[in-house]
Nanobody
Framework: QVHLVESGGGLVQPGGSLRLSCAAS????????MGWYRQVPGKQRDLVAS???????TYADSVKGRFTISGDNTEGTVFLQMNSLKPEDTAVYYC?????????WGQGTQVTVSS
């Protein structure tokens, strides 16, 4: 079993920055991929960015050039540096960890971009 805890969300003005953090505990040795998803009410949860084995990154087109994912799956940590934030980035952001048999989700952290 793996438990994920996110932190770093909040209210920020357009153009501002936030850094999200996610820490995994438990059986983290099986984790090989970690990522961030986001969801707004009434819509599906979408991938924002992921990092495979701490090296290979993937980004949604809407965040390329603005967001940077980093982390170490062997330590069970993943971060999301979000710059040049836009109102459309407002959502609940979820951390996800993928292991050999199971996937795990954090509880989510609210990010609100508004003036």
């Amino acid at each position: 079993q793996v438990h994920l805890v996110e932190s770093g969300g909040g209210l920020v003005q357009p153009g501002g920055s936030l850094r999200l953090s996610c820490a995994a505990s438990g059986s983290i040795s099986s984790i090989y991929l970690m990522g961030w998803y986001r969801q707004v009410p009434g819509k599906q949860r979408d991938l924002v960015a992921s990092i495979l084995r701490g090296v290979t990154t993937t980004y949604a087109d809407s965040v390329k050039g603005r967001f940077t994912i980093s982390g170490d799956n062997t330590e069970g940590t993943v971060f999301l540096q979000m710059n040049s934030l836009k109102p459309e980035d407002t959502a609940v952001y979820y951390c996800k960890a993928v292991g050999l048999l199971y996937s795990y989700w954090g509880q989510g952290t609210q990010v609100t971009v508004s003036s």
